[in-house]
């Protein structure tokens, strides 16, 4: 059974930081891309960070220069570390675990920390 727990959220103040974690069982997640999500209050899931197989990372605009995500193969586990927090962060954040298989797509989520900044 695959598992993706995220852990890490909570209430910060605007500028504070906060450190999401994933935890994945069931699968190697090294040989997954890996990403974190987010969802606001009336809003569609976007795309926050993405961490590939080798490493590779790619970020949203919003969230250039202050989140970093990260990869602990050896713990089979995905970190979101996130600096600088702004009220527009507000959301759920979801761990994502992406791959192919020749035609075959292995996709999971968690199933979500809440973020909230708020002063």
């Known amino acids: 059974q695959v598992q993706l727990v995220e852990s890490g959220g909570g209430l910060v103040q605007p500028g504070g930081s906060l450190r999401l974690s994933c935890a994945v069982s069931?699968?190697?997640?090294?040989?997954?891309?890996m990403g974190w999500y987010r969802q606001a209050p009336g809003k569609q899931r976007e795309l926050v960070a993405l961490?590939?197989?080798?490493?590779?990372?790619n970020y949203a605009d919003s969230v250039k220069g202050r989140f970093t995500i990260a990869r602990d193969n050896a713990k089979n586990t995905v970190y979101l570390q996130m600096n600088s927090l702004k009220p527009e962060d507000t959301a759920v954040y979801y761990c994502?675990?992406?791959?192919?298989?020749?035609?075959?797509?292995?996709?999971?989520w968690g199933q979500g920390t809440q973020v909230t900044v708020s002063s």
């Open positions: 994502n675990a992406d791959r192919r298989i020749l035609s075959v797509k292995l996709n999971y």
């Open positions: 069931g699968i190697i997640s090294s040989t997954y891309a």
């Open positions: 961490i590939s197989v080798g490493g590779s990372t």
